[in-house]
């Protein structure tokens, strides 16, 4: 097998490849903690960690996609779970009204973002910059450099609560249904349209191999406490934000802005306001981010969400996402977040140091995108 | 010792089990210059990258003598030392650098410690120029100080001082305009008289015809006829080109002119980076359904400008009072221009036209997606039924919509540019360079095509730098020169000379409006 089907196959089964990437990292991690890695408490430590990075990724690779960067999402995340902490500490402001309030905060947030950029042609990179001084400042104030605690036991169920197990396998089973419905509608629509088909074989493995994941992963968090509600919140955010990018027709314009600007607006296509929605739904991540991260720490704190904006742009690069726009998947990024997270436990049971887990997951992130570089132009 | 220069034979280049190129013959004498003709996606392209080892010796089949030995390059780096040197169709110069600074570019002329050497470059490279016979080109001066013929020039002017023995110049033309295509010729007989071999690839046959001695003719990767011009003429090149004899490229038919539908008042665009100049100065002009207007007019002449003001998406200031049906409206962006029912195909597919991520279906229905969409979600049924709609009305040559846009011809890429404003259903098309790039076979269906659309009534303003084009298409001509409007012709006994002499003309002026009620 010479370099040129190699490089064939990987830009063919990136996902393919990226998960087998992360078996081998789970693989190892566990032969050096001796079985300690792959048991039902750490793997839902690891799920619930990675959530925070997982939120701000979904929104991050839609801003990638359309070819902008927002650096300012560590910050923000960080601002606005500060404000839902001291809303809920110090004014006792319900959970239900605690919450719109601070997800309608991070969509002006991510707005005005979005109007800097688009609007007022200020490059994203620098609004970013500027953003990530500025949201990190306003929180330091509004928290007196404090941490802010201890928040209500409504608010930390976001982050630390469960799913009742048999909950979780109806979600199971339904979500294994979804699957098969949707290959199935597949092939159909192919079908009909005289297109290629996969070869039936291939889908049903597909299914299967999706059903055996959905089963070990309802199985293995139902051992421990159920499903975490965190967790849950990234499994819906992970359909709804699939569904925006392939189904309608903002998802489609994300992705033509992202390709090429100029010929999209020469096309009647409002792409500065498609930009400024794009950093909308930024911010209304960062809101979803900052929420589940106080929750977690069941405390707001000023230091919250720090270089929280590298780990979720590292997570997009990781899974697959162009850094010149136009292509790129919610899942990628997703199981991009999932290597960060895996590394980020791996290392800390392995009680490395601080110094060496940031060199490790450096070195990670340039070794992902050189190879997705390098396999990207296949003659 | 043989008499050719250069000697290819048998040349095979296969991609993934396709044969793009399957067994060609290609000979070059010193002095000697050869048309290398074909339509887009012959394989005139992968056979100069085999030539000027961009595909290095071995991952083809075949063999080349350079000077009757075997050449058997690596890289580019060893055809350039062997004397071959391409110039492609995008030039490749720093427009920020000194001409002579891009003349010396890789090659730079040092004093001790690393420093340029500027005295003898410029030394060096004023003597080029003179060579060239441009003696006041100032050789200090950034490149982007000059148009696009003399830029041209400056790359020739490095390939010569690279030693060059066969030059390949890949579309020399195609953004020169007409006084500059015969700057750039005059400069070719002057090499071919110092014993340089050129290989000039182009779709203008008029140049090939007058400035090549022999022709070859590619076609499906397989090598048709090489014939000395002599015995041949443009439509015979046409011919061995297409497999058939296209019987008339310009289908021009008669069709009625209605009434007025469109107008432009006092149009005047502003430099983007000199605010102060006016690319565009006061034109206006008027246009009734089913006519076709051609707008004619040097290169830089302002038409562009003009055209992308009155779609609203001019980058600089400008200043356009547009009237549909008599009626003032407001086209101050394109998404408002297209909702008028203004459409616009932009002149530079690459960059305006086309989004490269996307497949051909998806760039199809770029304008009209809102349609598609059914309670948010896109309903790809229904959106699929439009594009196969679509391609097969354009006869779009793609295996299935899905396929990325960027693996279509360049004539096809442009058909599903067109398709895409056609779906926003315009009743005022605006056609910047419509053809350019495009092969003579889609070139005539993309005339049939505006012909159909005139017939039903579309207004079509095509701005087009082939005069030949211009009058083969439009019912009325405008000219226009240095930003202003300097002539208005009805194309009735128009000749070439007579737009050409307008367009040079500083003292011409003329209105645009017109009352040609007849059918052409």
């Known amino acids: ?379 | 010792m043989s008499d050719f220069l250069m000697e290819m034979s048998g040349i095979v280049k296969t991609f993934g089990g396709v044969r793009a190129l399957d067994g060609i013959d290609i000979k070059i004498r010193a002095g000697e210059c050869l048309g290398l003709c074909g339509e887009n996606g012959a394989g005139k392209s992968t056979l100069m990258k085999v030539l000027s080892g961009v595909y290095p010796y071995g991952t083809w089949d075949g063999e080349i003598l350079w000077d009757g030995r075997p050449l058997r390059a690596q890289s580019v780096r060893d055809t350039e030392a062997a004397g071959i040197i391409i110039i492609h169709q995008e030039l490749m110069l720093v427009p920020e650098l000194s001409v002579a600074e891009n003349i010396f570019m890789g090659h730079e002329l040092t004093l001790p410690g690393g420093r340029m050497n500027y005295p003898a470059m410029y030394r060096r490279a004023g003597e080029l120029m003179r060579e060239l016979n441009m003696p006041d080109i100032n050789v200090a001066l950034p490149v982007m100080h000059y148009g696009g013929g003399h830029q041209q020039l400056v790359e020739i002017a490095k390939a010569l001082n690279k030693k060059a023995r066969l030059l390949i110049l890949d579309e020399p033309s195609s953004s020169l305009t007409a006084s500059e295509i015969a700057v750039l010729l005059d400069i070719i007989r002057g090499l071919k008289a110092r014993g340089v071999a050129c290989v000039y690839i182009s779709h203008k046959l008029d140049e090939v015809a007058a400035v090549c001695d022999t022709v070859a003719v590619i076609r499906d990767g397989r090598h048709i006829a090489t014939t000395a011009m002599a015995e041949l003429d443009v439509n015979r090149i046409i011919a061995q080109m297409v497999g058939r004899e296209i019987a008339a490229l310009y289908p021009r038919q008669t069709h009625a002119i209605g009434e007025v539908v469109f107008e432009a008042h006092h149009v005047s665009c502003f430099d983007v980076d000199n605010p102060r100049r006016k690319r565009v100065d006061d034109i206006s002009f008027s246009l009734r359904r089913g006519e076709i207007l051609g707008v004619a007019g040097l290169v830089g002449a302002g038409r562009t400008e003009l055209m992308s003001a009155l779609f609203g998406a001019y980058r600089g200031r400008f200043e356009a009072e547009v009237w549909l049906d008599g009626v003032p409206v407001d086209t101050g962006s394109p998404l408002k221009s297209i909702r008028l029912g203004l459409c616009m195909v932009p002149e530079d597919r690459k960059q305006l036209g086309i989004v490269p991520d996307l497949s051909v279906g998806q760039n199809i229905t770029l304008t009209v997606l809102q349609e598609f969409s059914r309670h948010t979600r896109i309903d790809s049924e229904s959106e699929l039924k439009t594009v196969h709609g679509e391609i097969s009305r354009l006869q779009l040559k793609t295996a299935n919509a899905f396929l990325p846009i960027t693996s279509l011809s360049g004539g096809n890429q442009q058909k599903a540019v067109l398709s895409k404003m056609l779906l926003a259903r315009p009743r005022v098309l605006i056609l910047d360079e419509p053809t350019r790039g495009v092969d003579v076979g889609a070139k005539s269906e993309i005339y049939k095509l505006m012909m159909e659309l005139a017939a039903q009534g579309v207004a079509i303003i095509m701005v087009s730098s082939e005069l030949a084009e211009v009058l083969g298409v439009s019912d009325r001509v405008l000219v226009i020169g240095e930003g202003v409007l300097r002539g208005n012709f009805i194309n009735r006994d128009l000749s070439q000379e007579t737009v050409l002499a307008a367009a040079i003309d500083p003292s011409a002026r003329a209105t645009g409006h017109c009352d040609n009620r007849e059918t052409a």
């Open chain 1, 1 to 379: 097998m010479n370099t040129g089907t190699i490089k064939q196959l990987f830009s063919q089964y990136k996902t393919m490849a990226l998960l087998i990437a992360i078996a081998l990292i789970w693989l190892f991690f566990n032969q050096a903690t001796d079985g300690g890695f792959v048991t039902p408490r750490n793997l839902s430590n690891l799920l619930r960690q990675m959530s925070v990075t997982g939120i701000l990724a979904c929104g991050m690779v839609l801003v990638i996609i359309a070819g902008e960067i927002d650096l300012s999402v560590g910050s923000m995340l960080g601002l606005l779970g500060g404000v839902a902490a001291v809303l809920d500490v110090t004014q006792h402001v319900p959970l239900p009204i605690d919450v719109p309030l601070v997800l309608l905060l991070g969509l002006m947030f991510g707005l005005f973002n979005g109007y800097l950029t688009a609007y007022l042609r200020i490059p994203s990179f620098i609004v970013g910059l500027g953003g990530m001084l500025a949201f990190r400042g306003v929180l330091l104030g509004v928290t007196g450099g404090m941490t802010i605690a201890p928040v209500s036991g409504s608010m930390v169920y976001l982050g630390q609560g469960y799913l009742p197990p048999q909950l979780g396998a109806v979600l199971g089973a339904g979500l294994f249904l979804l699957a098969m419905v949707l290959t199935w509608r597949q092939r159909v629509n192919r079908m009909r349209h005289a297109l290629p088909l996969t070869p039936p074989w291939r889908d049903a493995i597909r299914v299967a191999l999706i059903g055996a994941v959905l089963l070990a992963f309802v199985r293995t968090l139902n051992h421990y406490d159920g499903i975490p509600v965190p967790v849950l919140l990234l499994l819906a955010l992970l359909g709804i934000f699939s569904y925006v990018t392939t189904q309608t027709v903002f998802g489609r314009r994300i992705y033509s802005v992202g390709s090429n600007m100029e010929a999209t607006r020469l096309s009647g296509v409002n792409v500065q306001a498609v930009k400024m929605w794009i950093f909308g739904i930024m911010g209304l991540m960062c809101a979803l981010a900052g929420l589940v991260n106080t929750a977690r720490l069941a405390a707001g704190s000023p230091s919250a969400g720090n270089m929280g904006e590298l780990d979720a742009i590292a997570a997009c690069f990781i899974g697959g996402t162009s850094m010149r726009g136009g292509s790129g998947t919610v899942y990628g990024a997703l199981i991009g977040a999932l290597v960060m997270a895996s590394l980020d436990n791996g290392m800390s049971m392995l009680d490395v140091d601080t110094y060496w887990q940031m060199i490790v997951k450096g070195g990670i992130l340039m070794l992902a995108v050189w190879v997705d570089v390098s396999t990207r132009s296949v003659r």
